[in-house]
C-alpha cells in the first residue's frame, strides 16, 4: 500500500468515530470495523486502528460514569421535593439543579474535547505521523 493510501486510511479511522452521532455505538463500531479489515496492510494502520478503538471505547467509559454521577443530585432534588405533593415547585437552593448543571457541563467540556482530539489524530495521521491520544485506556494492546 502506498504511504498516500495508508495515510489517508488512518485519517478515515480516525474520522469515522463521528459516525457516533448517526449511529448508537458507531464511534465504536465503525472505526472498529474499519481498523479489522486495514490491520493487515501496515503497522501504521494497526497502531492507528488500535489507538482510535482505545481512545473511543474510553470516552464512552468516561461518559457512562459522567451520566451516573448526575444520578444522585436529580434523585435528591427529586426526594427534596417529594415531601410536598401540593405545592412541586424546583427549589434551586438545595443545590440539586446547580449540581445537575455542574456536572452536565463537565459533559458538554469533555464532548468539545473529544472532537478536538479526534480531528487533530485525523489530521496527524493524514501527515504519516503516529499519534496517541491523552488519557486513553489501552484495551486493546
Known sequence: MSKNNENTNAFLIHISAFSGFLIPF???IVP?????TLKEKSRFLDEQGKEAVNFNISY??????????IIPFALGSFLSHLSDFNHFDFNFSSGGFFGIFGIASIAGII?????????????????????????TIKFIK
Do not use: H, V
Not at 464512552?60 to 454521577?69: E, M, N
Not at 464532548?111 to 488519557?135: H, M, T, V, W
Open 26 to 28: 458507531g464511534s465504536i
Open 32 to 36: 472498529l470495523i474499519l481498523w479489522q
Open 60 to 69: 464512552a467509559l468516561y461518559t457512562f460514569i459522567i451520566g451516573l454521577s
Open 111 to 135: 464532548g468539545i474535547i473529544k472532537f478536538s482530539l479526534i480531528i487533530i489524530a485525523a489530521l496527524k495521521s493524514n501527515q504519516g505521523e503516529d499519534y496517541r491520544y491523552p488519557f
